[in-house]
């Protein structure tokens, strides 16, 4: 196998790192795309090495190397480790931690992250405390000494806080403490947290990565000289939460697309919200391209483009809210984003019972249909929901 690039270390726009990063062109047959390679297990040398680097496929698989090595160089890291959901990378981060360590993180995160932690670690006494991360001086006051996980989600989900990455990971260096931020919906596209002094960044690959809900996946990539780098290698290669070798194909497949895709998906979720803001029956619309969210500003700095994520709250109610996901075509009512298909969600409903999300709060997630075709969808659904 030759890397493409191995004599080249200029470095290349993201959008040409998601085609060629950690692909291979096969010497054997000369095989543009890369192989799927299905073997669980490699043939050890007669001097009883493995020089060819794969020993057994939980370890190590030469499609999910493919896939870490360019999730890595995407995301500006110097190693990733790809998992088989991104709830299975935020588990391997978590399980850095030990009892008696305290966890900050963003308020309204992925609900999922909110449940392992109350569920799962705090049993293993692990203690947690959100807090909003846009507010920065909120996160400096609510360290604590045992603080030593810093979770950040920017834009978070669904009211799409944007944090200051730059100011959040230096108030955690100096406390020691290590910060790792889920850039499941802005995508490197748009932001890049290891830039910003972030030490980890986690992905479910499930949403924009894999961009056509049909694979399941997570990653964890981890900035040059993060200390527990080796840790989280023994999380995932000991703990075995990873990702069979056809999704570690399949969403190399998509990654190839991922800049198209997303830009055209969020410039849409732009004008949708801007239509959505004129519209009588909206009373707010959450998207951080949107010039009156208040975190705008900073979001044009930090993530320009967004996301293909919006968020809006309805005048008429929670009832208002869940017919109108009832009432449109285009969007399919279901949860999940980043796919194709543009799809609706009254989040309140999936997230449960204390749930600090508006019950008048309906979630897009915006495909790559046309604008125009899904405008009408929705002003048709709000027109008729709202008689
Ligand atoms: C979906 C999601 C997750 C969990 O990923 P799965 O692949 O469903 O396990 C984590 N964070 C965010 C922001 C998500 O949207």
Not at 11 to 27: E, F, K, M, N, Q
Not at 108 to 119: E, F, P, W
Not at 194 to 202: A, K
Not at 236 to 251: H, I, N, Y
């Amino acid at each position: 196998m030759a890397n493409r690039h191995s004599d080249d270390t200029s470095p290349l726009h993201p959008d040409t790192l998601s085609v060629h990063a950690g692909r291979a062109i096969d010497t054997d047959t000369g095989a543009v795309t890369p192989p799927i390679h299905m073997s669980t297990t490699f043939q050890r040398d007669a001097d009883g090495d493995y020089s060819r680097g794969h020993v057994y496929a939980r370890h190590s698989n030469p499609t999910r190397s493919q896939l870490e090595n360019c999730l890595a160089r995407l995301e500006g890291g110097a190693g990733a480790m790809a998992f088989a959901s991104g709830s299975a990378a935020t588990m391997a981060v978590l399980q850095l931690l030990r009892p008696g360590d305290h966890v900050l993180l963003t308020e309204d995160c992925y609900h999922g992250t909110r449940h392992q932690l109350d569920t799962i670690f705090r049993p293993w006494g692990i203690e947690c405390t959100r807090v909003d991360t846009s507010d920065t001086d909120a996160v400096a006051t609510a360290f604590r000494p045992r603080t030593r996980l810093l979770w950040i989600e920017s834009p978070s989900n669904p009211l799409q806080r944007v944090s200051d990455l730059d100011a959040l990971a230096e108030l955690a260096r100096a406390r020691d403490v290590i910060t790792a931020c889920d850039n499941t919906v802005a995508t490197p596209v748009f932001q890049s947290p290891l830039r910003h002094g972030i030490d980890l960044v986690v992905h479910s690959t499930t949403k924009f990565l894999g961009g056509h809900s049909d694979l399941l996946g997570g990653a964890v990539i981890h900035r040059e000289g993060f200390p527990l780098a080796g840790a989280l290698r023994n999380i995932q290669t000991a703990g075995g939460a990873v990702p069979a070798a056809f999704d570690c194909w399949l969403l190399l497949r998509s990654i190839s697309s991922l800049g198209v895709r997303v830009r055209a998906q969020a410039a849409t979720a732009v004008s949708l919200a801007h239509r959505l803001d004129c519209h009588p029956e909206v009373s707010a619309v959450f998207h951080p391209m949107h010039p009156g969210h208040p975190h705008h500003e900073r979001a044009r700095a930090c993530m320009p483009g967004g996301s293909g994520l919006l968020s809006f709250t309805v005048r008429g109610g929670g009832d208002v809210a869940r017919r109108i996901a009832v009432e449109t075509r285009l969007f399919t009512r279901a949860t999940s984003l980043g796919g194709v298909e543009s799809l609706i969600e009254h989040r309140a409903s999936i997230e449960g019972p204390g749930t600090r999300t508006p019950d008048n709060l309906l979630r897009l997630s915006v495909g790559l249909e046309h604008g125009d075709d899904l405008w009408r969808d929705l002003d048709g659904a709000i027109t008729r929901a709202s008689r």
